[in-house]
């Protein structure tokens, strides 16, 4: 398990690079985009806001 606590306050792109870097840089940009809208859902229904850099 990869710790993101070094990188959680550079936004959520940056954790996802962390945990599964194949996503970014057009790896798999779809399964990175799915993963943002999932995360912007739970934002959205806790009433937080996603922050920035929300992509790799």
């Known amino acids: ?10 936004g ?6 962390a945990i599964n870097s194949i996503e970014c840089d057009g790896g798999n940009t779809g399964e ?3 993963r943002v809208n ?8 806790f009433g937080v806001s996603p922050g920035d850099n929300l992509t790799c």
């Open 32 to 34: 990175m985009n799915d």
């Open 1 to 10: 398990m990869t710790n993101v606590h070094s990188v959680v306050n550079q």
């Open 38 to 45: 999932i995360y912007q859902n739970y934002c959205n229904q």
């Open 12 to 17: 959520f792109g940056a954790t996802i690079r």
